[in-house]
């Protein structure tokens, strides 16, 4: 069915930017809940923060029961210095929206502006999710979907914005998407001592080290090559003076992978170096994984929905297939619940310098790519209305 609806570009761009300037982090999002609770009234629907606070959803057709689609934006920003030189910098000293979810905020509150004016032409509801806590520590995704947010949902979509893609281009990739993401901490405890006395203390940076370079040869010797894997430690401290043996040792890493089992073996070895490289040394470990990622399933069928849909919008030859990513996306907890897919919009534009990618301080996008993901969003809502697959 075709249906005419508009595109507010410009309210898009003013929301994106006052967002922008005020970022928040992980679960404390007051200010960023606040707009999008107040654009939520101003256009008439209801919002709830049923699912946790700062965790804020809408429906458009809340009476019509016979079928939701879901569209989920993430809300919160990255503990950055933005070193961009723009008129809505981040007026919060190390904060920053370097990862595009000021964008995702404004352009599902633009969609959700777009289908509410057509709204009694829409044979079915809408759920719009915004969701705290993307980036972590914990998940709001996965929060969100324990207390029930998928539970009225029949089908779910996303988006996220892509410096590698040109501006106002989608991608999608159908299938394994993005992968998993564990995070892990391993901590050493052993005594200290005065560095000329070694002999009446446990060093836990030896510790540390041995289990350092045992992880890096278990990754080498014991797993496939060939298998799709990540395993980074990326933080590594102890110690406070030259002259003193260090009682404490910790470090940080990242496991990525499409397998289940792969991340499980790669987590238990990771547990059982740490664990031998303490009792070597004489002291003690604890390994503990405080955040778990499922990695991102785009449904086949929906992906292929969705590229129509957006070929709809952009045209046949702005819309591809995608390549899968290592990084994470906890969108992926939706869609182990419902079918669903996240589409990737392209935001580069070498001429307005909108080519870093994202988690880096000079993350820019380019914002007239912004009103394509939003009627993309209400071009699929139109195109299933009537159900998925559509009737």
Known sequence: MTLKYNIDSDYIIRIRREIHEYPELGWNLPKTSAVVKRELEAMGIAWSE???????????????????????????????????????????????????????????????????????????RVKLIFQP????????????????????????????????????????????????????????????????????????LAMAVRAYTGINQMLVTEIDPFAEKICTIGSFHSGFAANVLPDHAVFDGTIRTYDKELDQY?????????????????????????????????????????????????????????????SSEDFSFYTAKKPGALFRLGTRNEEKGCVTPAHTNTFMIDEEALKTGSAVFVQFVIDHMNGYPPR
């Open 50 to 124: 049923e699912c946790g606070e700062c965790s804020v959803t809408g429906v458009i057709n809340p009476e019509k029961k016979g079928f939701t689609i879901g569209i989920r934006a993430d809300m919160d920003a990255l503990p950055v210095d933005e070193l961009n030189d723009l008129e809505y910098k981040s007026k919060i000293p190390g904060k920053m929206h370097a990862c595009g979810h000021d964008a995702h905020t404004a352009m599902l509150l633009g969609a959700a502006k777009a289908l509410n004016e057509i709204r009694d032409q829409l044979n079915c």
């Open 133 to 204: 806590c993307e980036e972590g520590p914990g998940s709001g995704g996965e929060l969100m979907v324990q207390r029930g947010v998928m539970d009225d949902v029949d089908v779910v979509i996303a988006l996220h914005v892509d410096n590698f893609l040109e501006a106002g281009n989608i991608g999608i990739c159908s299938g394994n998407a993005m992968a998993s993401a564990r995070r892990f901490t391993v901590d050493f405890y052993g005594k200290t001592t005065h560095g000329t006395l070694p002999q009446n203390g446990v060093n836990a």
């Open 266 to 326: 790669i987590f238990s070895r990771i547990c059982t170096i740490a664990q031998n490289a303490a009792e070597e040394v004489g002291g003690t470990c604890k390994v503990t994984s405080p955040r778990f990622t499922m990695h991102l399933y785009n449904d086949p069928g929906v992906s292929e929905e969705l590229m129509k849909s957006a070929s709809k919008v952009v045209g046949d030859d702005r819309v591809a297939s995608f390549g899968k990513k290592m």
